[in-house]
């Protein structure tokens, strides 16, 4: 399934995170910190805008490419792998399907480089899962609109310097997205939020009070907010599957290490049946996750819709990434259940693969929504 070039990429990512993440994991996990030169490290290994052309000082590679690099950095340190998300494929990602060529010139290489990072905001307080009932609006007023709102729960909202905001622009289905500088007039960071897991990703809301952007930074073209929003989902949510992926490996690993070593009764628990039990199915989840994921993400590679597979393997992934974390903590037992050991903070993160970038509940329902109208193809 992997190409030769896949490999020697997950080989790089591999070290790298082992290198450059492990060592940091616990610690901003346990104090919510944030290490801005890590992601100039990601940015010397031309990962920050990995599907960008090079033309734009991208990595110039596909959508496996990204998965993989969500897989390995999720597999060490979720937080940094959800943030990693956030810059290079729901900002960078979407101004490169999206953008003018001069918006694309402007604004891709300094967040390539890592010399900016980037965000994403189109939840809000009141709308989550019911994203197009925002109340963000956009108004025209001379060479420049004037946004007015609040977004929620945005990754890398206190440290990003680019950010891809939508807000509507007329009707209720007029929606256009807007590339955002953080010292744009009228805009500012709200509360940090404090969270149960993924805790070394900067999550807050963002307020737009008359927020003055000029008029060239509608991303592509006004009211095309929706289908530049339904062109890049699926990449969003096949990338993000690698980062439970992630997790899960990290989990199993985890397990199958100390079940060796651990000895009750004078034998290593590994012997156990019903610890057996536990391990192979954690094996035979992450199996059918990453192939599941690895195929969306080939298919999204070939240009081909990619709609049911990219839910189909976000919620499944999601899903057994909490499901192993919690056998991984079984198999630890009460060491599991401490800060000590990492297998607490892989069950943390996990959770919120459930509900970022749509709720299982909602990947289910755009799944049963594509099989009744294009039926098993
Ligand atoms: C750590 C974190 C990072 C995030 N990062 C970003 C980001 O960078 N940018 C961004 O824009 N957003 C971001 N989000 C927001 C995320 O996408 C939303 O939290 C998610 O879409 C769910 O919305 P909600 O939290 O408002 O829940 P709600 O939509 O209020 O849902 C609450 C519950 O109701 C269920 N539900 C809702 N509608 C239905 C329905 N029709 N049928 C059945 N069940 C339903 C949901 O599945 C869920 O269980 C982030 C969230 C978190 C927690």
């Not at 490169?96 to 890592?114: I, V």
């Not at 069950?347 to 459930?354: G, T, V």
Request: net charge neutral.
């Amino acid at each position: 399934m992997l190409t030769k070039e896949h490999e020697l990429l997950r080989e790089t990512l591999r070290s790298f995170s082992e290198k450059e993440l492990k060592p940091l994991a616990r610690e901003i996990d346990e104090t919510e910190g944030f290490h801005p030169e890590v992601f100039k490290k990601i940015g010397d290994l031309g990962l920050l805008g990995v599907t960008v052309s090079e033309a734009y000082g991208g990595g110039g590679m596909d959508v496996l490419a990204a998965t993989l690099a969500m897989e390995e950095f999720g597999r060490v340190c979720a937080s940094t792998a959800l943030s990693y998300l956030a810059h290079s494929i729901l900002c960078v990602n979407n101004i490169y399907a999206n953008g003018t060529e001069e918006q694309k010139k402007k604004y891709l290489p300094p967040l390539c480089s890592g010399e900016k990072l980037g965000a994403m905001a189109m939840t809000e307080p009141g709308y989550g899962s019911d994203a197009m009932g925002m109340e963000t609006k956009a108004v025209k007023e001379g060479k420049f609109y004037k946004l007015t709102g609040r977004k929620m729960f945005i990754t890398n909202g206190t440290v990003a310097q680019t950010l891809v905001v939508y807000a509507k622009t007329g009707s209720d289905r007029e929606v256009s997205s807007f590339i955002v500088e953080k010292d744009f007039p009228g805009f500012s960071v709200g509360k940090k939020l404090s969270k149960l897991g993924m805790r070394g990703s900067p999550t807050s809301e963002l307020i737009f009070e008359d927020c003055k952007v000029p008029e060239n930074n509608v991303l592509g073209k006004l009211h095309q907010g929706i289908p530049q929003m339904k062109k890049t989902l699926d990449i969003e949510r096949i990338t993000i599957s690698g980062i439970s992926v992630g997790i899960a490996q990290a989990a199993l690993e985890d397990s199958i290490s100390y079940a060796k070593d651990r000895k009750q009764f004078k034998t290593p628990i590994i012997e156990f049946q019903l610890v057996q039990k536990m391990l192979a199915d954690m094996y035979t989840w992450l199996e059918a996750a990453r192939r599941l994921t690895y195929h969306a993400a080939m298919v999204a590679s070939s240009g081909k819709k990619a709609t049911a597979l990219a839910s189909a393997c976000k919620v499944y992934a999601s899903e057994i990434a909490t499901q192993a974390s919690l056998h991984a903590i079984q198999i630890l037992g009460g060491y599991g259940y401490c800060k000590d050991y990492n297998v607490e903070r892989y069950l943390r993160d996990a959770k919120l693969m459930e509900i970022g970038a749509g709720t299982s509940e909602v990947q289910r329902m755009i799944i049963a929504k594509e099989l009744a109208q294009t039926g098993l193809k």
